[in-house]
């Protein structure tokens, strides 16, 4: 009996392992396979931007989608904004907003299938006032004259220009189908009013240029079969040298750049965006900072030794939060935010006050474009207060057109067509008016004096250097 009962106690053991080992496989391939949920796809539509008086946006839920069923009901509603606000067909797929004022809404859309399953989007629509369109009455008008100084021995298309020291650089290009593009780089120096020819480290064009004191930072742009590049060119204009460096990763464009102390802040137009190049011109090191804000395409404008990154974009919307990098001691901190969301501004600190100027304050799906503004905002750095004024016309500060120039107690924002001069001691405007169908390329302050490059009628550049006087 002891031995059965030996034998019966084996195979019970036998047996449960077995069952314990059968069920662990299956628990197994139950985590491996979980059952699949087929939730609807929520989508909302493109954020929408309106100037009164036109106060009515129309909202399609079209693109919503779900693969496994179909959508049953559609819900929206509003989760932030004025008061005011109408939605005509809230459970529509497609519905008109009415009765906007001026603010930012968010609206939420929520869509459920016939399984009861949902999933919620959300879009932002701007509401502007009238008053935020441009004034340009009472703005004198000044004639600019353009005198030749220098023959360019070669123009380029996509030239990228700089100056520093009393040197003006033309760097990179090519031609106009784009099929060869150039390392030359043609230098003129002022004092000598002669011509110099060196070359970048690598073939390119499109590049962004950023000024540290007596060098030159020729960046990323547009190499042969791929649209950036690691490749950052240094030119010294003191001792007429060259170095070179490299990113750490392919940038095309910089939206904007910041010197501070011995270090120079670049804000690129490559994922992560949120990421800040910094290179010390000291140790040639370079170093990534974060934003804390996860803005991308920020504004960088050096106060002191401080870098204000303003606007830019969060979640694929404008944003208004303005974070400060304090370089003395590698510090965060954040201040009131600017007066509205947006992106690509020109910006310059000049006389304890930061000019934010322009930019992108929304999207027109309709048109498929980007809304600019005109608007300035004029911060004060001590008391941390805003006042404000116009531009003379709407306009956003792309790349290398993001700074203006300080010249004679004025402050000058390059328009392409036009230059509007503004005078801080009277908080007065004047329009700088350019010959008939001339468009700049690039203005540039050497040793005091301004210079242009500008465009031929058919996107070319001149083969002129300009002395603009006015």
């Not at 742009?221 to 003191?238: L, N």
């Not at 992560?272 to 290179?279: E, K, L, T, W």
């Not at 996860?294 to 870098?307: D, I």
Request: proline residues 4%; glycine residues 6%.
């Amino acid at each position: 009996m002891k031995k059965i009962t030996g034998f019966l106690l084996i195979a019970i053991s036998i047996s449960i392992a077995l069952f314990n080992s059968c069920k662990k496989d299956i628990c197994k391939d139950c985590d491996i396979n979980p059952p699949v949920i087929n939730y609807p796809v929520a989508s909302a539509g493109y954020d929408q931007t309106i100037i009164l008086p036109t106060d009515s946006v129309y909202l399609n839920a079209d693109t919503s989608t779900d693969h496994h069923g179909a959508i049953v009901t559609y819900q929206w509603i509003k989760i932030s904004g004025p008061d005011s606000i109408s939605i005509v067909n809230p459970t529509a797929a497609q519905t008109w907003v009415t009765h906007l004022k001026e603010g930012y809404y968010l609206i939420e859309l929520k869509v459920t299938d016939s399984a009861g399953l949902f999933s919620k989007d959300t879009v932002q629509v701007t509401v502007l006032t009238a008053q935020q369109i441009c004034d340009t009455l009472n703005r004198a008008t000044i004639a600019i004259q353009l005198v030749p100084v220098a023959t360019i021995p070669a123009t380029r298309y996509r030239m990228t220009i700089a100056a520093a020291g009393n040197k003006l650089l033309l760097a990179g290009g090519g031609t106009e189908s784009e099929t060869a593009l150039f390392s030359d780089v043609d230098i003129y120096d002022f004092g000598t009013q002669t011509w110099s020819t060196a070359h970048l480290s690598t073939v390119r064009s499109d590049m962004s240029v950023a000024t540290a004191g007596n060098k030159i930072f020729f960046v990323g742009g547009e190499v042969p079969g791929f649209y950036g590049t690691t490749r950052v060119d240094i030119y010294d204009a003191s001792t007429n040298a060259w170095s070179f460096s490299d990113l750490p990763s392919p940038v095309g464009l910089l939206y904007s750049y910041a010197v501070a102390g011995n270090k120079v802040f670049f804000v690129t137009d490559r994922a992560p965006y949120d990421n800040v190049y910094v290179y010390d011109t000291s140790t040639g090191v370079w170093s990534v900072i974060d934003l804390p804000e996860h803005q991308y395409n920020a504004t960088a404008t050096t106060v002191g030794n401080k870098v204000y990154f303003a606007g830019g974009g969060v979640n694929n919307r404008e944003s208004d939060v303005v974070n400060i990098y304090d370089n003395t001691t590698d510090t965060w901190s954040t201040t009131s935010s600017i007066s509205q969301p947006t992106s690509e501004m020109a910006s310059i600190y000049e006389n304890g006050e930061i000019y934010w100027a322009g930019g992108v304050i929304g999207h027109d799906p309709v048109k498929d474009r980007d809304i600019a503004t005109c608007k300035v905002e004029i911060r004060d750095v001590s008391t941390g207060s805003s006042s404000f004024t116009n531009l003379s016309a709407p306009d956003d500060f792309y790349g290398n057109y993001g700074k203006p120039i300080y010249y004679n107690s004025k402050i000058i924002f390059n328009r392409y067509n036009s230059l509007d001069i503004y005078d801080p001691q009277s908080s007065t405007w004047s329009i700088g008016q350019f010959p008939q169908n001339v468009f700049i390329v690039s203005v540039q302050l050497v040793n005091n004096v301004l210079y242009a490059i500008t465009y031929n009628n058919d996107g070319s550049l001149s083969d002129q250097i300009w002395k603009l006087q006015f």
